[in-house]
Each structure stands twice: as C-alpha cells, then as structure tokens.
C-alpha cells in the first residue's frame, strides 16, 4: 500500500475523532451559550466552509494537496486551543470565542476537504483504483469506528465531574474538581489530536501533479471548468445533490443529539456509551457497503439510504423514553453508506487534473445546504419558542421541531427526485 494511504486513514481519524462530540451540543449549553446562539455558531461554521471549500480545493489541485492538509492541521490546532483557554463567565466573550473557533474550524474543514482524499486516490497507481480504494474506504471506516468507540466513551466520562472525582479519589487524590474545570477536558484531548494530526500530515508525499502550477488566472479558470463539469454531468450532479438532500438533515438532527439523549431521559453519563454503540456498528458498513456497492446500482443504492433516513427521522420524532434512541441508531447506518457511495462513484467519475476541486464542490454543496438548513431551524426554534419557554431544562420547542425534520426530508427528496427526473427526459433524444 503507498505511503501516503496509511498516513491518510491516520490524519482523517485524528482530524475527525473529536472528544466533544458526545456532547457537542451540551458542552456549548455548558460553556454559556444559548440554543439559539448554537444555531448561529452553526451556520457561520458552514458559511465559512462555503466561502473557502471551492478555492481552497481548486489551490490544492494547483500547488500541491499536501500543503492544504498541513495547512488543515494547523488551523485545528488554534480552534481547539481558542476553547481550551478562553475564559469563562460572559456570555459575549465565551460567544465571539466560539465564534472565531467557528470560522477557524471551516477554515480547516475547508482546507482538508478535497485535499486528503485526493492525495490519496492518485496516490494509488491508476491500474489498481478500482480495486484498491474500495479497501481503504472500509480500512478508513473500520478504523474509524473503532476509534470513535474509544473517543466518545473518553469524551463523555471525562466530561462528567462526578465520575472524574471518583476516579480522583480512587487514586487516593483529594484534589476535586468543578465543572468549569472538567467541561474542557475533552477539548484538550482533542487539541492533543490537533498536534498528532500536524505531525501525521508533515510525513506525506506530494504526489506528481499532471497540470503544471498556474496563477490566479488559472485557479478561477479551473474553478469554473470543474463547476461547469458538474453542472453538464447529470450522474455527478445528481449524485452530489442526493448526498446534499440526505446529509443536511441527517447532520441537523446529529448535532443536536446530545439534547435529544436529555429529552428522553438518559444521563448525560450515557452519551459516550450510546456513541461508543454507534461507533461500533459502524464496523458492520464497510461489507454492507461493498456487497451494494458490486451489485446495485448508484439509483438503488440511494433508495436504501433514502428509506433508513426516513425511519430513523420518523422514528425520533416520537422522542419514545429511553428506548427512542434504539430508533436513532438508522443514522449510523445512513450517514456510512452514504459517504461511501458518494467517495466510491464521485472519485471513479473525475479525472486526476481536478480531483480535489471537485471533491471540494462536494463539500460546498454539503456544507451550504446544511448552513441554510441550520438558518431554517434556528429559526423555526424561535418561533415555536415564543409563549413556550425553557422549564426545568427542558426544551418544549426541541421537542416540537423534532416533528418537522422528517417533513424537511421528503419535501427536500421530492425536489431532488423531480430535478434528476427532468434531466433524465431532456437528455433523451
């Protein structure tokens, strides 16, 4: 296997197994922040991401993939340590600070996305990609999997202040620690990642561009081939409109899950588990995934996300105690066959020269949709907030939006299936 695979798989564990996100949206509630306020910290992240993915792909294509990954890493490395130490108690200092983070996190997700994979797939000898990157696809994915188990059982125990003085006294320590102290262990466990991933990236190889480094004219020049490639490749197009319908909502309910874990009544203690459970059937994908992948077709394969998408929404918008998050396992399942369809047929679709500019469409086309989705939920929660305030740390207006994310979907998946109908009629003859 070439050197830069292993060191991809590396880099893309590191940059994504992030402590927090057992209890992404708690730890923001935690630190001050309102949901309301999350909703905006949101849509600035992915409007970040919208502003930087396309230019930052097409410069990966022009000077080299390997210095957008390194670029990635570091700028992982100031968002975490702005959280690490931005002092607590007001609401407008903790706010802006997660405001920077934001755009500092698109920044990097911008400069990763595209790049990595990329640098990757040409990596592979052109004879052996069809072969070889269906393996690590479900390296990456196994792996990931396992690491998430450990990450986000990690991440939510070391979150809960009780269990972290237990510990403490077990070792025969009497030092006790306060939430404002153990609310940031695993941001600093995540910044520790941040500077493993800058030393991952460092070690790979550039491989050989098959384009020549242009300037400013042919950065944009190759931008605006790329987008009209997509626009006049019904497959592509579709393919990447489809991914957008099913990850922006998906993405919208993952966000908020840790509320969700609040409002059917599992302790906060249980999140790192629950994601520990759902790392680990995301070890069952990979084969799932290939088997579909050897015997449908790109159509089918979509209609089977499309439905494991629609009964999980269905499903937790029922919000059943404890046992609704049984319901919410569908994601895990979705969100894997869907990144995996997406890299298999979008990286055997594109050739080398503009790789990383349209992967990176990709990921503006994700990230854009997920932004506006983020603006439409942020608002519709305040307007079923109105007359129904917060009591006792419940959220009757969350609890009510859980019912339109299903209605969301089949009104986005209509859209979808009517614009790939239309192209369909107007390419026949």
Known sequence: MPRNLPLFIAFRLLFNAR??????????????????????LNTIWAVSIVLLEVPSGALADRIGRKRMVVIAAVLMVAEMALLAFVPLGSNSIVFWAWVLNRILSGAAEAAASGADEALAYDSIPKEERETVWPRVLSRLMHLTSITFVFVMLVGAAVYDPELVNRVLDWLGSDLVLAKETVLRFPIYLTLLHAVAAVAVTLSMREPPLETECGGEASLWSGILAAGRWIVHTPAVCGLILGALVHDSV???????????????????????????????????????????????????????????????????????????VVVAMSFRFAFGLLNYFTSHYLNAAVDSRHRATVLSFRGLALNLGFGILTLFYGGLLRVLRDGNPVEGGNDPAYRESLFWMPAIFVVLWIGWWYHQHRRVHEARP
């Open 19 to 40: 402590y927090y996100y057992p209890i992404f949206a708690v730890i923001q509630l935690d630190y001050g922040l309102t949901l309301p306020q999350f909703a905006i």
């Open 250 to 324: 998906l993405r919208l309910f993952t966000v908020t899950a840790s509320e969700y874990y609040r409002l059917i009544g599992i302790p906060v203690a249980w999140f790192g588990v629950i994601g520990a459970v759902f790392a680990g059937l995301g070890l069952l994908v990979p084969r799932l995934a290939e088997g579909l992948v050897r015997t449908g077709t790109p159509r089918n394969n979509f209609r089977i996300v499309s439905l494991i998408s629609l009964v999980g929404l269905a499903g937790v918008s029922l919000a059943i105690p404890l046992w609704g």
